[in-house]
């Protein structure tokens, strides 16, 4: 049986597709982030911190936190997006200290 779920604004297929981890999103791919903006990768690195061009109310570059990357546009469809055990230690820290 096929399970259908929801971001803000976005359905993937589980089961359709494979999960991918932010330190294999590549430079130029498609994201959607929790809040529902969307953005494009700008760098190749790896850890807590990418470089996005995000399309919010106003469109800027600057850095997110990976444990902010909810799904990646890759072959067509949306992948949902894992986070390692560092990224949600540090999502766990930001709502620690600044709420959630």
Not at 50 to 68: A, L, N, P
Request: hydrophobic letters at 40%; a positive charge; charged letters at 15%.
């Amino acid at each position: 049986m096929l399970k259908i779920y929801w971001t803000t604004s976005t359905m993937w297929a589980r089961g359709t597709t494979t999960n991918m981890k932010t330190n294999d999103i590549k430079k130029g791919t498609r994201i959607q982030l929790f809040n529902g903006w969307y953005g494009t990768m700008m760098d190749n690195a790896r850890g807590n911190i990418r470089i996005v061009d995000v399309e919010g109310i106003y469109r800027e570059v600057g850095s997110v936190y990976s444990h902010d990357i909810a799904a990646a546009f890759v072959g067509g469809s949306m992948v949902p997006v894992v986070h390692t055990p560092a990224q949600l230690k540090c999502r766990a820290m930001n709502t620690a200290l600044f709420g959630g």
